[in-house]
Nanobody, 123 residues
Framework: QVRLVESGGGSVQAGDSTRLSCVAS????????MAWFRQGPGKEREFVAA????????FYAETVKGRFTISRDIAKDTIYLQMNNLSPEDTAVYSC????????????????WGQGTQVTVLS
């Protein structure tokens, strides 16, 4: 059974940092690009960041560039999202996803999705 399981969410204060993790299991994900998406209250789901299969290229939404860092540990089938200088606008359910597609990672079809983890940033 293929699973993507996120962890690390919770409540933090504005300006704080936190790190999310996503563990993939059930198949070989080494060829997949992995990404983080988020959906805030009353908002559409939006792309946050992606990392290609090797971990050597990352892509970010403009809203998080310079504050968030995506990385992956291929040996552990795990990706991370380090989030710094958080603001209440970052409050959302954060989900990880995996795709074999290439191109614009904010728009490609993703093959697998996790259930998400809530991040709440308090002002």
């Amino acid at each position: 059974q293929v699973r993507l399981v996120e962890s690390g969410g919770g409540s933090v204060q504005a300006g704080d940092s936190t790190r999310l993790s996503c563990v993939a299991s059930g198949r070989d994900f080494s060829a997949y690009a992995m990404a983080w998406f988020r959906q805030g209250p009353g908002k559409e789901r939006e792309f946050v960041a992606a990392v290609i299969w090797s971990g050597q290229r990352q892509f970010y939404a403009e809203t998080v560039k310079g504050r968030f860092t995506i990385s992956r540990d291929i040996a552990k089938d795990t990706i991370y999202l380090q989030m710094n200088n958080l603001s209440p606008e970052d409050t959302a359910v954060y989900s990880c996803a995996a795709t074999l597609s290439g191109g614009d990672y904010s728009k490609v079809r993703y093959d697998y999705w996790g259930q998400g983890t809530q991040v709440t940033v308090l002002s």
